[in-house]
């Protein structure tokens, strides 16, 4: 049915709600919200009025809402958290809906929105006009975000609940479905009384049936703070609002990850508490945060199964309370104030909270919790390590992916296995705490220091890390069981961290960086031409055709190594022959001898060595220079040259 204008109507004061508009409208026509809502064309089935609708109004309800009560279109929408600008500028609402039950405890879960309004009784009093005196002042959208407790206009906290009947004024009692409204039929109600239902009444009048205490001529019930804490957490939610509001003198940068992140530490703080309890200033609020957090704890860490008991409420929502919100937040607040010291101390501020609270949450609530979006920093911090990797294991959130590091190199520049050169240099000092180290253990810690700078420019597991390299997951897991048992101790892993920290530090400073993912993505068709062959080998007469004698296939192997820095066991050429069912052992056979001549200097095999790394030396520059597959042609190598060390093919 089209809504037609209501024979009178009310202007929306600044920031008002929904519900509280609908509450005035219905006390000055002297009708039911219920019966103003379907005037408006607002109701849905049974005379619901949806919750939805505090966030935002789809365009035909929003036209007869303006339509009906003489309102402009942006009137209309700023009765809506939407409409006022607070979806862009507080992060947990950006993704919420309320079209359902489970979408509201989602939406709780999130700290995204309350639907049972707090309040501030000197605010709902009014300003002593007599349209305020006579209709009642506005309920403000703000009072329904978890993270406002405290009205900075009148330096108090908010209250929560009714002082007479001690009840929220728009949650129902049982399991009753929440609404943009609590008894929407009733009639007569000031919008500032308690519409909260009295159990156990017979009466049919529909004001009797409600609690009808004035919220605005109460304080409410509030706990009582002494002026110290009270003025830190006032200091707060002045910094809150200025994120959430256009004020005079706003933050020099918008933090778009400040709410994401305040609300993902107020949850470590409380799952892990006491823990936490040096994050807080005074012993008055700690005890706040006690009187929520500790109920909670004992929950969690109740052994499953543990007897039948009534049903628990979610551990997730924000305290009804605004005083224990207030004081939970602070400390949350403290903390994220040490984002910004740098990675490795806001990890190590954030890590023992961590531990504690996922050890007692359930595996697929500490999982939820992993998936939540929070900032890079954040993620970093939160993110378990095992051995100085990622955890490989469970739930692989997308924050996994989150860089350990901020760098100015990337992937590409990583080698699969780390040049000697730079192994050399930056592995003194652990090579000397461990003593003795075989060339065999060398290779499996250049292998696994390369993962560890994949992780650091990446994120990821250390399996996410070898698949960006090409090395087989055996081969990576392999290097990773090998380095466990090599360096053993937490000092020794220190000292590792240290060492890659030391490279990831010159790559960045190098202004001439290898593209290393451009040679592999270059030398994948690539392979060793007959005619190049011949001329590598001319002047070698030892050379005698056996199964392992060098061969164009094992030179390929060598010279792919050589260019793009790995291991010539994951070659191409080599994974071609093993795909097609050839036995690869006469191949391999061959690089070794080759590799073992070149650290002997000594023979035909290791004057081959030399020519292939003069080679490897051109054709690296070719792949870094050229177009498309164009990579090395013409004369390769002169006689003279046979003996020479000519060229190179980067870092080795």
Same mark, same amino acid.
Request: glycine share 6%; net charge positive; charged share 20%.
């Given at each position: 049915?089209?809504?037609?204008?209501?024979?009178?109507?009310?202007?929306?004061?600044?920031?008002?709600?929904?519900?509280?508009?609908?509450?005035?409208?219905?006390?000055?026509?002297?009708?039911?919200?219920?019966?103003?809502?379907?005037?408006?064309?607002?109701?849905?089935?049974?005379?619901?009025?949806?919750?939805?609708?505090?966030?935002?109004?789809?365009?035909?309800?929003?036209?007869?809402?303006?339509?009906?009560?003489?309102?402009?279109?942006?009137?209309?929408?700023?009765?809506?958290?939407?409409?006022?600008?607070?979806?862009?500028?507080?992060?947990?609402?950006?993704?919420?809906?309320?079209?359902?039950?489970?979408?509201?405890?989602?939406?709780?879960?999130?700290?995204?929105?309350?639907?049972?309004?707090?309040?501030?009784?000197?605010?709902?009093?009014?300003?002593?006009?007599?349209?305020?005196?006579?209709?009642?002042?506005?309920?403000?959208?703000?009072?329904?975000?978890?993270?406002?407790?405290?009205?900075?206009?009148?330096?108090?906290?908010?209250?929560?609940?009714?002082?007479?009947?001690?009840?929220?004024?728009?949650?129902?009692?049982?399991?009753?479905?929440?609404?943009?409204?609590?008894?929407?039929?009733?009639?007569?109600?000031?919008?500032?009384?308690?519409?909260?239902?009295?159990?156990?009444?017979?009466?049919?009048?529909?004001?009797?049936?409600?609690?009808?205490?004035?919220?605005?001529?109460?304080?409410?019930?509030?706990?009582?703070?002494?002026?110290?804490?009270?003025?830190?957490?006032?200091?707060?939610?002045?910094?809150?609002?200025?994120?959430?509001?256009?004020?005079?003198?706003?933050?020099?940068?918008?933090?778009?990850?400040?709410?994401?992140?305040?609300?993902?530490?107020?949850?470590?703080?409380?799952?892990?508490?006491?823990?936490?309890?040096?994050?807080?200033?005074?012993?008055?609020?700690?005890?706040?945060?006690?009187?929520?957090?500790?109920?909670?704890?004992?929950?969690?860490?109740?052994?499953?199964?543990?007897?039948?008991?009534?049903?628990?409420?979610?551990?997730?929502?924000?305290?009804?309370?605004?005083?224990?919100?207030?004081?939970?937040?602070?400390?949350?607040?403290?903390?994220?104030?040490?984002?910004?010291?740098?990675?490795?101390?806001?990890?190590?501020?954030?890590?023992?909270?961590?531990?504690?609270?996922?050890?007692?949450?359930?595996?697929?609530?500490?999982?939820?919790?992993?998936?939540?979006?929070?900032?890079?920093?954040?993620?970093?911090?939160?993110?378990?390590?095992?051995?100085?990797?990622?955890?490989?294991?469970?739930?692989?959130?997308?924050?996994?992916?989150?860089?350990?590091?901020?760098?100015?190199?990337?992937?590409?520049?990583?080698? @699969? $296995?780390? /040049?000697?050169?730079? #192994? +050399?240099?930056?592995?003194? &000092? %652990? =090579?000397?705490?461990?003593?003795?180290?075989?060339?065999?253990?060398?290779?499996?810690?250049?292998?696994?220091?390369?993962?560890?700078?994949?992780?650091?420019?990446?994120?990821?597991?250390?399996?996410?890390?070898?698949?960006?390299?090409?090395?087989?997951?055996?081969?990576?897991?392999?290097?990773?069981?090998?380095?466990?048992?090599?360096?053993?101790?937490?000092?020794?892993?220190?000292?590792?961290?240290?060492?890659?920290?030391?490279?990831?530090?010159?790559?960045?400073?190098?202004?001439?960086?290898?593209?290393?993912?451009?040679?592999?993505? @270059? $030398?994948? /068709?690539?392979?060793? #031409? +007959?005619?190049?062959?011949? &001329? %590598? =080998?001319?002047?070698?007469?030892?050379?005698?055709?056996?199964?392992?004698?060098?061969?164009?296939?094992?030179?390929?192997?060598?010279?792919?190594?050589?260019?793009?820095?790995?291991?010539?066991?994951?070659?191409?050429?080599?994974?071609?022959?093993?795909?097609?069912?050839?036995?690869?052992?006469?191949?391999?056979?061959?690089?070794?001898?080759?590799?073992?001549?070149?650290?002997?200097?000594?023979?035909?095999?290791?004057?081959?060595?030399?020519?292939?790394?003069?080679?490897?030396?051109?054709?690296?520059?070719?792949?870094?220079?050229?177009?498309?597959?164009?990579?090395?042609?013409? #004369?390769?190598?002169?006689?003279?040259?046979?003996?020479?060390?000519?060229?190179?093919?980067?870092?080795?």
């Amino acid at each position: 049915m089209e809504s037609r204008a209501l024979p009178r109507s009310l202007a929306p004061f600044p920031e008002e709600s929904l519900p509280g508009f609908l509450l005035r409208l219905a006390y000055r026509l002297e009708r039911s919200p219920a019966r103003i809502g379907a005037l408006c064309g607002l109701s849905t089935m049974h005379r619901r009025l949806p919750a939805d609708y505090l966030i935002a109004l789809p365009p035909q309800p929003a036209k007869a809402l303006a339509k009906a009560a003489r309102l402009s279109s942006p009137e209309a929408q700023s009765l809506t958290l939407a409409g006022s600008g607070l979806t862009s500028t507080y992060a947990p609402l950006v993704t919420t809906r309320l079209d359902q039950g489970r979408n509201h405890a989602a939406a709780r879960r999130r700290w995204a929105i309350n639907l049972s309004s707090r309040f501030c009784p000197q605010c709902l009093a009014g300003d002593g006009t007599p349209v305020q005196d006579t209709f009642g002042s506005a309920w403000k959208l703000r009072w329904h975000l978890p993270v406002v407790f405290a009205c900075a206009q009148h330096s108090m906290l908010l209250s929560s609940a009714c002082p007479q009947c001690d009840n929220l004024p728009n949650r129902p009692p049982g399991t009753e479905r929440s609404g943009l409204l609590m008894q929407r039929a009733a009639v007569g109600l000031h919008p500032a009384q308690c519409r909260h239902p009295l159990l156990g009444t017979r009466s049919t009048a529909a004001e009797t049936r409600c609690c009808g205490a004035r919220l605005d001529q109460s304080r409410g019930s509030q706990p009582m703070m002494t002026h110290a804490d009270l003025d830190r957490v006032l200091t707060l939610q002045l910094h809150i609002d200025q994120h959430l509001f256009a004020t005079p003198s706003p933050p020099a940068k918008k933090d778009p990850y400040f709410f994401l992140d305040l609300v993902a530490l107020a949850h470590l703080i409380k799952f892990s508490w006491p823990l936490g309890a040096s994050l807080v200033r005074s012993a008055h609020l700690a005890s706040l945060i006690d009187s929520h957090a500790t109920a909670i704890a004992q929950r969690l860490d109740r052994p499953l199964g543990s007897g039948p008991g009534p049903r628990q409420s979610s551990p997730w929502p924000a305290p009804d309370n605004p005083a224990q919100c207030a004081a939970l937040l602070a400390a949350a607040g403290e903390l994220l104030s040490h984002r910004d010291e740098g990675d490795a101390e806001f990890r190590d501020r954030v890590q023992p909270l961590a531990r504690t609270a996922f050890e007692r949450l359930p595996s697929n609530q500490a999982a939820g919790f992993r998936r939540m979006d929070f900032s890079p920093v954040l993620a970093r911090a939160l993110a378990r390590k095992i051995n100085g990797f990622y955890h490989a294991g469970g739930h692989r959130g997308s924050k996994l992916r989150t860089p350990s590091r901020k760098c100015l190199f990337g992937i590409e520049h990583v080698p @699969a $296995l780390l /040049p000697t050169t730079w #192994s +050399d240099g930056h592995f003194a &000092e %652990l =090579r000397e705490r461990l003593g003795a180290i075989t060339d065999w253990n060398t290779r499996h810690l250049r292998r696994a220091t390369s993962l560890k700078l994949v992780e650091m420019v990446a994120g990821g597991t250390w399996s996410e890390c070898a698949e960006a390299l090409g090395t087989p997951l055996t081969t990576a897991q392999q290097s990773l069981r090998i380095l466990k048992r090599v360096l053993g101790t937490t000092e020794s892993w220190a000292e590792f961290d240290r060492a890659v920290e030391r490279i990831a530090y010159a790559l960045d400073s190098d202004t001439n960086r290898i593209d290393y993912a451009n040679r592999r993505r @270059a $030398l994948s /068709p690539w392979r060793l #031409s +007959d005619a190049a062959w011949t &001329e %590598l =080998r001319d002047g070698f007469e030892t050379f005698r055709g056996g199964p392992t004698s060098p061969s164009p296939t094992a030179a390929t192997a060598l010279l792919w190594a050589h260019v793009t820095q790995g291991d010539y066991l994951h070659s191409p050429v080599l994974h071609a022959l093993r795909d097609s069912g050839s036995d690869t052992t006469p191949v391999v056979a061959s690089v070794n001898q080759i590799l073992r001549a070149a650290c002997r200097r000594q023979g035909e095999k290791a004057l081959l060595a030399d020519r292939l790394e003069h080679y490897a030396g051109r054709l690296a520059r070719a792949c870094d220079h050229a177009h498309g597959s164009q990579l090395v042609t013409g #004369s390769l190598i002169a006689k003279r040259d046979c003996t020479a060390n000519g060229g190179s093919s980067g870092r080795k």
